[in-house]
């Protein structure tokens, strides 16, 4: 027997049940199913045996109607299946893909999202295929995978093209959604100069497109452009306090250029800008080895290993569920706001005291599913990287008044979403 998962109430800062995600606003529907999107990424079948398989698949042979692929809601996945004997692991192609709304021809917009085999980008082009539209992604794998969006190959619908986005691309579209760059420390360390190739050559080759497709651009810029900042909470006004030559400029001065190129061709070419500055985002999906605070602490947790904090962890953070984010950068797209806005939440932590948080949030789920610990895991400090900065905090009343943005999520309910998806990766060998 496959094992189950049960039920998960999700709650809301006001203490409501979450049952969809999105609204629809400025003209733009961007609702689905919170079940939709949670079939898309957690597994409650992670372990199952050859002849679990060949059991799901005469269930499935015997089942006409569409009900077995959404009970358990796990069934819209590309299938995996580990073989603990061989260390192996097989994949089988989907048979059916998960509804998508049927839009009509003038609703129904041909979207090109760059790294949207990313963390971000794969849950963008979740929510906008769910939604009826035609979707595009190029990326060249750097960071992203093609498993992030396997469920979607093959559908009408959707493409997927291997293309570094330092070269140009051309294809006809209505939005393009620019994600494309490594967003976590070591990744964008790892070769500074492509770093910074991909942020302003990309960004051109975008925009470049935008420019002759008459397409709407928005890019993900970060909190990273106020650097270590002087005033808190950061609103977009701040012309932030960032070290030009550190080993993080790459990064922090690349989204800063890139920002500039995008509000160059809206002024020059009238090409129609988005800028989204996206703080510290978490969630299924994020790679677990990208040095992220939030899926360091969550894996070591998981593992029972220390747990490691850099610096004192006075250091303050504010951490947002993915589910935000989508909704702002979707909402942000169609609305007129062409200044920058920021899109985060505000709820601050030390990180010291986030360290707890996540150990607790870990015992909890591993309580729920019968998990027995050894012991608990210990929280150890350690010295902090360069040019870390001290505190990031948002000011989203711009979100909030122009875009009537505001994260839903909270941290714990997030948490514990993240938690359920890397314990099943655990469980299936991938992690
Ligand atoms: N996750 C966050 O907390 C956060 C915060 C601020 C800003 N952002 C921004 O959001 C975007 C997505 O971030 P993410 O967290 O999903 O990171 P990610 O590393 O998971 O995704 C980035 C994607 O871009 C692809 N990519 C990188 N360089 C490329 C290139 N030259 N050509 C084509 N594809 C390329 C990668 O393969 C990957 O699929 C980035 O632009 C990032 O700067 C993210």
Known sequence: ???????????????????????????????????????????PHYVLSANDLNSELDSVQQDSGHARFTREGAAYQSKSIYHPDTQSISYTTLSRFP???????????????????????????????????????????????????????????????????????????????????????PHYQFNAVKTIKTSFMGTLNMLGLAKRTKARFLISSTSEVYGDPEVHPQTEDYWGHVNPIGPRACYDEGKRVAETLTYGFQRQDGVEVRVARIFNTYGPRMNPYDGRVVSNFIVQALKGEDMTVYGDGKQTRSFQYVHDLIDGLITLMNSDESRPVNIGNGDEFTIGDFAEFVRDVVEKVQDEDGVKRERRVNIVYENLPMDDPQRRRPDTTRAKESLQWQPRWTVKMGLEEMVRYYKAKMAEGSL
């Open 99 to 185: 509804p998508v709304k049927l839009l009509p021809p003038s609703g129904r917009k041909r979207i090109l999202v760059t790294g949207g085999a990313g963390f971000v980008g794969s849950h963008l082009v979740d929510r906008l295929m769910l939604l009826g539209h035609e979707v595009t992604v190029i990326d060249n794998f750097f960071t992203g995978s093609k498993t992030t969006v396997s469920h979607w190959i093959g559908h009408p619908n959707f493409e997927m093209v291997r293309h570094d986005v330092v070269e140009p691309f051309m294809i006809e579209c209505d939005q393009i959604y620019h994600l494309a760059c490594p967003a976590s420390p």
């Open 1 to 43: 027997m496959a094992p189950t998962a049960a039920p998960i109430k999700t709650l809301d800062k006001e203490g409501r049940e979450i049952t969809t995600v999105g609204y629809t606003r400025f003209g733009f529907d961007s609702e689905v199913s919170l079940d939709s999107l949670r079939s898309l990424y957690l597994r």
